[in-house]
């Protein structure tokens, strides 16, 4: 994004950096300057860098079939039976916002998916997002159902969803839009679970912000992150108007709830809005850092975003376009990965010792989403990237982060296991802006990288002590025993 | 009384039955039933207003406010009871001597030399001392010897050589007061100083020969700058609207050498109300994100903070860049100067940011130049509009700075919270009465006992671990960003929502880094052990030398680790080993172990020993925080029917 000027050219990054160049002469200025602007609106996917891009590293492990839903399906086999592992869509036709494969309820065959396909928007049909090992609870998404104002009803969706049940328990179906407005869906063929036809489900409307209301916050946010002014008052307000700490407020509330009917409640748990693409991602993924200590591993986080953003079909394509400078309204672009990115660092900062990454991991995770070498986050859908051949002819961002020196850069030198559902503070007391991603390049962050290095510092000294402690212990011990047995002769 | 509910404030649902219980000293309720009977205790001192709200059909509520920000609502069944309690706390809170004060009933079993021991922690002579005072520039005076100028003063002051008694005595007449201009701060590397006094008694032209040549003065003990800053902490409109009673600010035209400077820091009222204006944010039911940062801002609090903050880093950077001398007064010279004055000895020394300086800078700013500690904190029942948090916002500036330089404070948060506790507890004699003349005519340091000592024997609990004496953050004059764009200035919720253990991050870096490094230091003496061990066994073995005997006296030497060696045969079980180490998981519950004093301490005197809230891992009841107004789960034991009914209503 530029706005040039006499010699000037300023150009707005997508990780929110403003750079500005002097350049002298006017033409040369205006040549690079269109050059850029070109460079940076490329219409065709397959002209953009993660094409062209050659890694400089050795590739350990291929990033594209590092997480693959047989592995997951894999580890679910191991404590349960009561699901399988679908090819329906196999050729992306029932859903083609869907990967090949999904997990279902091993009741469920695949000609009823194929109907309940037809029941729910963009053939999203409910399909399992998590299992909570505790209880053997169940959290399901998909999009609404096509009920429409006469109240259409599908058998086999009923059945679906019942089939992760235990008997005579309910279970919750969060629904992410207001009541109002999932009642207005019927008129344009959408809708909700009615009582009549699901009396085991009770329905919970809890409302997540959407599309053109979270770009405009975030323009709004960044905007006041760049003001250079020096008053107190005008920046609490500009935070405050910009309403992007009460989406993230409302979002953790949102998944809060949904993790504490599975964990508190012991009742399955069903999550969709209107498509099902966004805020059910939101609320299904940050559920699972609230309850699956897995999930806060680097792999299990990769896995995580792989799993349910990457192969659940988020559009990032269409979502991630242009970032907080962009000057024309697009219709489709809206900050949605980054407020789960964000949710996850409030729940970090809460729990800062239950996570295996760091800040930086979340924070290149916000890079590569709108911009990178890698083709992980190109296309909407996991049917887009196989027409791409994103697999043959891009590199996968995974690929490069998970090599060991990579990694270590990521880690949290605090990290210890804690295998208990985290449950954070939603009070606005608790919730801080980002500083990490909004003030990024304009506060000084010297003394904090300090800070880091010295924590880092102190838990390796404590590590090298104890190895050497260890091994000290084991040499006394051996020359004691042979001491006692030379002794015993 | 019995009976009694301690209501939690978040939820309903979570209130606890016992017996209140009213000494002479606390106020405590002990939970019934529960096996460890958990108590709570609040000194009477700490007490801040007391509420009787209408009866209703459970019984009488009462709400008691508390001044380190504890809100403690209680329903007492009987509205006489009630009423009775109520009467009692009035009285108990609002205590008119000071030998009601718990300090001189408070005895933590040391003897009279401990405490005499105590009192000379902090030792102001050595403090001028370390500056570099007295030298060539800068003396002491006696002139307030018997409190003769200025009874508000300490006896010893610093004043440049060339002022004489007679200019000093002189100069004191022309302020208010009498606190004419001494020294706070020298700068040894560059001879610039902070100097402090009170607003000159100028009216719209008086003027005072000796009042001219006391700043002159303070200009020539700094041979390096031809000028000196005068720093009024007042907004414009206030000193001038103060010259109508005839006082008011410096004409430049009058005094050679002075460039005049207005820093606008509101005055102790606005400030009380900016401070009750935030709390009752805080005390918000369930407040949503834009309720929250709309009344965070109506109340100013933050503004204030960083007007004084501001004022602070350009005494700092006058001092350290431009070696010119400032001179800081507001009205009286003891509210917003001792703020001023202070964070600005925090920017430019190091020293002030080790725990040692940091009780020694308030000894110096706060205490011994006359700041109006029981005027100010309400120790003794007195005007409600003296009263007002003006050492609080000193406190949050130096957290906000522990933010902004993570490294920089030798000590941590902890810290800082005690030290606001107990300036309010009265339970040690540091911070009773106004001035040093009062508490040398009530023998402070013969009745009472020093915080201080009391800090420094704990001082493992406040260290920060990040600190290290050789850091490059640790040295030097220290450049905080101002704009909020490069730093955000932040509602302090460990202080202000202290009490409310569930809305702060429930795993806490600092405990687990000071475990880890406990830990540590307790590796570094095994290695130590061990070695020499390895060693003597090396010896004795090879000297084919074994005698039973005494090997069994080194296995008793070093019992300690006598069970960690019986597993160290086996290699699976090393990594047990570090589980053997207590205090090293990041507990995630209640159970902040550093948190507690150690245990010749008084119940009382742990400020934190009283809170409550959840002991299972992390968990948050949700049903009061979400926006749509307690519309959701109740975390626990409540019927399942009740549930799902409060359930429709989210």
Redesign the interface.
Known sequence: RFVGSLGTIVIKCKDLRIIQLDIPGMEECLNIASSIEALSTLDSVTLMYPFFYRPMFEVLEDGWSSFLLEQEFEHLSSVTNEWRLSCVNKDFSVCPSYPPVVIVPKSIDDEALRKVALFRYGGRFPVLSYYHKKNGMAMLRSSQPLTGTNGRRCKEDEKLINATLRSGRRGFVIDTRPLNVAQQARAKGGGFEQEVHYPQWRRIHKYIERFHILQESFIKLVEACNDQSHNMDRWLSKLEASNWLTHIKELLTAACLAAQCIDREGASVLVHGSEGTDSTLQVTSLAQIILDPRCRTIRGFEALVVREWLQAGHPFQQRCAQSAYSNSKQKWEAPVFLLFLECVWQIHRQFPCSFEFNEHFLILLFEHAYASQFGTFLGNNESERAKLKLPQKTMSLWSWVNRPEELSRFQNPIYEANSLVIWPSVAPQSLQLWEGIFLRWNRPSRFLEEAEEERINIIKYNKELQAKVNVLRRQLAEMEADGEVQEGE | VENVRLLDRLSSRRAVVGTLYLTATHVIFVENGSETRKETWVLHSQISSIEKQATTATGCPLLIRCKNFQVIHLVIPQERDCHDVYISLIRLARPVKYEELYCFSFNPKLDKEEREQGWKLVDLNEEYNRMGVPNSYWQISDVNRDYGVCDSYPTEVYVPKSATAHIIVGSSKFRSRRRFPALSYYCKGNNASICRSSQPLSGFSARCLEDEQMLQAIRKANPGSDFIYVVDTRPKLNAMANRAAGKGYENEDNYSNIKFQFIGIENIHVMRNSLQKMLEV?ELK?????????G??NS?W??HI?AIMDAGIFIAKAVAEEGVSVLVHCSDGWDRTAQVCSVASLLLDPYYRTMKGFMVLIEKDWISFGHKFNHRYGNLDGDPKEISPVIDQFIECVWQLME?????FEFNERFLIHIQHHIYSCQFGNFLCNSQKERRELKIKERTYSLWAHLWKNRADYLN??Y?SD???TQGTLHP???????????W?GMY?RFEK????????TD??MA??E??QQ??E??EV??E??AN??KS?SGNN?V?SK?QDRSKQFGL?AS???L??T?QE?SS??KSFPSR??S?GDEDSALILTQDNLKSSDPDLSANSDQE????D?SC????GGG??P??DSGKDS??AV??A?
């Open positions: 805080c369930s407040p949503s994100m834009s309720d929250f940062l709309w965070l801002e100013g933050l503004k960083k902004q330089f993570p490294c920089a671990p990040l290290r850091h490059s953050q960003q101002i704009a909020p764009c490069n730093f955000l200035y932040k509602f919720s929502n569930g809305l702060h991050p429930r795993q806490s870096v687990y880094l880890v490094k830990e540590t590796l570094e095994e290695l061990l070695q061990r390895l066994l090396q073995q074994k039973k090997q680790y960690n060696n019986s160290a045969n290699p090393y080993d570090l998981s990041p995630q891992s992390g968990v948050e949700l925080r979400s926006p749509s959701c789960l975390s626990e549930d799902e359930f429709l989210g």
